[in-house]
């Protein structure tokens, strides 16, 4: 037989075989039946790997995104509160929320049968059509948080209209309705969720520790608080008054509440408007910064955002003005149109995405150096009066020789993310003059090969000039400084605990709520350090003692800055490592600024310090010490060589 008839033997033959088997099994290969199968996850008799998944696995998949520990609870019903226009918001948590959070609000309450549609999943009054993704003003609009919330809880909804004789009581267990019953209670909603993840204890095992989530509970309880400072919202903790925020006209008597009295009386209010868009708020003045940016709050159209493009157009207008690697205190609100922004980009809904990017990004810049501009920190009194500042600003907006100011500065703001040309200040180049004299000889054991090097003088009051026959040095006097501080502490650690200093008077020092939760589980490290710190009611510290070695520096700070390096610690890491962080941020504090003069004693002890310390070449954060230069190299830049 030849190959090609071999070859169209063989396929008839299997397919005379495939449709005997066919018959055989009696496969039905209809369009319904094959829709009943797929639905089913079943072809032919044969095991699918592809199976539809039950709706309570759905919700509880999709609790995983909604839902990542207590504080997205929390978050989410006091929004469905805010949205429902309560006036009065109180949070009874337990167990940091892991045993119970309890969301009692005044707003308008739900009929039984919005109730029942509510507790499903995409279930929402805030939305109907995609027409209406673009004009959204509510804080929540997907209908996933109750559904979500319940699918992983033991859920109690007790809600109640004004127009309704009897309230309605739901109970939800792993996201099944068991009771829809008549009940008494005040116009409102209560909602209780019990054994958070108790269904699912992967998810339960990933918790931290109580202090850890209680302060992200706080965290987003804050940022709720300065979005809605109309409205009344309290925190309980294992009956304790975490958070008592009251209701008021004014977010700077808000933000004195939440972030303490001492930050609040370095905020000065900023209120700027173009076209469509309107951003105000509040700004630190350069005195008053942070570490890190964590007291950078945005809000748009009421809601919290995350956005780096608002951060870079923050921290480029304050370039100049705010210290280079510090953020000031910020709380600064966006009002838009809402057909100009998109936020339904990011499933808890902390991002946006707006439209004309540029155009807000130049919007920010402006707000902010307006403020700027006129540095109303400069003013005799600190104390702090919004509606006085912003008369102020208003004045100073009426001025002609202020508003060619504010044009010549302002009009680059959306050219460049880099370096802000209105800010650049002139630099002359001076030199001290100073006795050439040769760093002391008698030292001994020197690491940096100081010995012999000739002190030319201090260039802008920050870099020392050292010379020699074959070379120059550049040394930083902040950083060489920084590095010393560092590993005087050190040595203090390996002989024992950092000795401390006692203060003549304790000082007292007021905290936002998550800082001060944080500071009692950590109390114990910052003894190590060399602090000596005590809780003192709800959002109040005392300070008993420092660190002796940083008993020269401002002590607010100092605190501040430390507790916010304990709060950006790696707790999976050993306490002995990260303590070194810590260290090196004191050192900050302990080193001698750039820019302060020195006199010719201070010059020369830095240096014989510095050449005694290990690591002399940099500072504890790896910026370098010193830079040199041979004699051939300079030549080289003259094209001598």
């Not at 005379?16 to 199968?37: G, P, Q, T, Y």
């Not at 019903?77 to 429902?84: M, P, V």
């Not at 309980?236 to 008597?253: F, S, W």
């Amino acid at each position: 037989m030849k190959p090609q008839a071999l070859c169209l033997w063989l396929t008839i033959s299997a397919w005379e075989a495939c449709v005997w088997d066919l018959r055989k099994n009696s496969i039905d290969f209809s369009a319904k039946s094959l829709e009943s199968r797929w639905r089913y996850g079943s072809l032919g008799g044969m095991s699918a790997k592809i199976k539809i998944l039950s709706s309570q696995l759905v919700d509880q998949i999709a609790a995983g995104e909604v839902v990542e520990r207590p504080a997205s609870v929390v978050k989410e019903l006091i929004e469905n509160s805010l949205d429902a226009g309560a006036e009065r918001i109180e949070c009874r948590v337990e167990q940091a929320g892991s045993k119970l959070i309890q969301v009692t609000d005044d707003a308008m309450g739900m009929s039984r049968e919005d109730v029942e549609l509510a507790v499903r999943r995409h279930a929402t009054s805030k939305i109907s059509s995609a027409e209406d993704l673009d004009r959204i003003l509510t804080l929540g609009f997907r209908g996933e948080a109750l559904a979500s919330i319940a699918a992983v809880s033991k859920m109690r909804i007790t809600t109640r209209r004004k127009e309704d004789s009897a309230a309605t009581l739901l109970v939800m267990e792993a996201g099944r309705l068991l009771e829809s019953t008549d009940t008494a209670a005040p116009v409102g909603t209560e909602i209780l969720v019990e054994d958070l993840f108790y269904n699912v204890p992967a998810r339960r095992k990933f918790l931290r520790s109580q202090s850890t989530e209680i302060g992200h509970i706080q965290t987003w309880l804050m940022r709720l608080c300065l979005a809605r400072h109309q409205v009344n919202i309290r925190l309980v903790h294992a009956n304790r008054n975490l958070v008592n925020a009251p209701a008021t006209e004014d977010l700077g008597q808000r933000a004195a509440i939440l972030l303490g009295r001492d930050v609040y009386a370095h905020l000065y209010p900023f209120d700027y408007q173009e076209e469509d868009v309107r951003i105000k708020g509040l700004l630190s003045d350069p005195t008053h910064t942070r570490t890190n940016p964590r007291g950078i709050l945005f809000f748009v159209n009421g809601r919290y955002v995350q956005d780096r493009m608002l951060q870079h157009a923050l921290m480029d207008a304050c370039h100049g003005v705010v210290p280079q690697g510090r953020y000031p205190t910020t709380v600064m609100k966006i009002e838009i149109d809402p057909k100009m922004v998109d936020v339904n980009v990011h499933p808890q809904k902390t991002e946006v995405r707006f439209v004309r990017t540029q155009h807000i990004y130049r919007a920010v810049g402006v707000a902010v150096a307006q403020l700027l501009s006129v540095s109303p920190w400069m003013k005799t009194s600190r104390t702090y009066f919004l509606k006085t500042q912003q008369a102020q600003l208003s004045e100073a907006k009426n001025s002609p020789d202020r508003i060619a100011v504010h044009r010549s500065i302002l009009q680059p703001i959306h050219k460049s993310t880099s370096r802000p040309k209105w800010w650049d200040v002139e630099k002359k180049f001076e030199i001290r003059a100073t006795h050439c004299e040769s760093v002391d000889s008698a030292a001994e054991d020197l690491e940096v090969g100081l010995d012999g090097m000739h002190l030319l003088g201090i260039l802008w009051n920050s870099y020392i000039l050292l010379s020699d026959s074959t070379r120059v040095i550049i040394i930083d006097q902040h950083a060489a400084a920084e590095r010393i501080a560092y590993e005087h502490m050190l040595a203090s650690l390996k002989a024992g605990n950092i000795a401390s200093q006692r203060l003549l008077v304790p000082l007292q020092l007021e905290l936002d709520a998550p800082a001060v939760s944080m500071l009692e589980s950590q109390i114990e490290r910052t003894r190590q350090v060399g602090f000596e710190l005590e809780l003192f009611g709800n959002n109040t510290i005392i300070i008993k003692a420092i660190p002796a070695l940083l008993s020269h520096v401002r002590v607010e700070s100092l605190v501040k800055d430390t507790l916010d390096e304990l709060a950006e610690l790696d707790l999976s890491q050993p306490w002995e490592r990260e303590r070194q962080k810590v260290i090196g941020r004191m050192a900050c504090h302990a080193a001698i600024r750039s820019g302060r003069p020195l006199s010719d004693p201070e010059v020369h002890s830095l240096l014989m310090q510095l050449d005694k310390v290990d690591h002399a070449g940099s500072c504890p954060h790896g910026r370098p010490v010193l830079v040199d230069f041979d004699r051939d190299e300079v030549a080289h830049w003259f094209h001598r060589k």
